[in-house]
């Protein structure tokens, strides 16, 4: 016989795209599917999700859809689900703005926090989560899925295993065309691109890369970025023409402890002519490598050609065929899943988990310092964080 450790979560904003596809069906319920979190030992963490949200006529549709109760696993009063003593976890993908306050108020209802990224809209709010969920005595964790990516667990996997020797640069790619909602509807929400409802591609993408780079390189100790707004008009879900406020595309540099610098691309107004929708080239004294998402190729010093720069004359090799797949050599799951499984360990077993509030803090800190860079024209140190 199986025992459940049952954990209940209020996972509110389950109607949007991330919150519905990522973390209700591809996380929870897909954890369900497989009889639970195995902790090997006759026991499984069983997670119960109650919906919350405003609309409840599109809670429990989803709720019926999935087979949990539209009565009794759906609610849009978020003060008395917090006052619920059997809920042990709040979970939060709102929209960025609404966020520090829910927070905040799970917080106060002494609820473990789970969330997604950007933890608030500025420094001063992120931290204050972070200090407030420490002196609760809460635990917490923020979304930090692209470390789960197939490809950067396969590039995480060369760094621990010393191919690059020294690792030099990062060169980052990110980005696809998102259209403007008149001819065709813009695949992703119009909020992202008003600043004032807290859009914009820096908040967005720069928590991504603090973490990817401080994991994988090293700390970020400095961001110079030029921001832009490409795209100044673009339509609504309603097709109402408005003007975007929020930048649409940013172009980073980082410099890393121990020297490395990384460039990195984020841009909503380029088209695709990558493999993936995100790439990273690492080179190294070694050997360099490609990850995406999924894939990631290697070349060693000891196979890199030759090239000689001559424009009179076409080139002959195929460099991308220069270079060797990685293999999976394991099983990849879901990354939003796995990181699921690694807090729900977290609070039933009380095993570490580093990627908390203040993780998330310094998301927030890169972006508002590389947006800070842009409008200044200027270099900004990235101070330490501490509570
Ligand atoms: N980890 C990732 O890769 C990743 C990717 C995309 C988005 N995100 C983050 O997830 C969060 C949600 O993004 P999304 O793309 O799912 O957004 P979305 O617009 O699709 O969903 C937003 C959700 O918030 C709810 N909501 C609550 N208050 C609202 C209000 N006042 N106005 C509008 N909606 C409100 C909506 O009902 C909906 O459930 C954002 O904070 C975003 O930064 C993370």
Known sequence: ????????????????????????????????????????????????????????????????????????????????????????????????LTREAAIKRAIAAGKHIYTEKPTATSLDGALALARLAKDAGVKHGVVQDKLFLPGLRKLKRLIDGGFFGRILSVRGEFGYWVFEGDWQPAQRPSWNYRSEDGGGIVVDMFPHWEYVLHELFGRVETVQALTATHVPQRWDEQGKPYQATADDAAYGIFQLEGGIVAQINSSWSVRVNRDELVEFQVDGTEGSAVAGLRNCRVQHRSATPKPVWNPDLPATEVFREQWQEVPDNGEFDNGFKAQWELFLRHVVLDEPYTWDLLAGARGVQLAELGLASSSDGRRLTVPELSL
């Open 1 to 96: 016989m199986t025992t459940k450790k049952t954990v209940r979560i209020a996972m509110n904003g389950v109607t949007g795209r991330m919150g519905y596809r990522q973390h209700l069906v591809r996380s929870i319920l897909a954890i369900r599917e497989q009889g639970g979190v195995d902790l090997g030992d006759g026991s499984v963490i069983w997670p119960e999700p109650v919906l919350v949200g405003r609309r409840e006529h599109a809670l429990r549709e989803i709720a019926r859809q999935h087979g949990l109760d539209p009565e009794t696993d759906v609610t849009t009063d978020l003060d008395a689900v917090l006052a619920d003593d059997s809920i042990d976890i709040y979970f939060d993908s709102q929209i960025t």
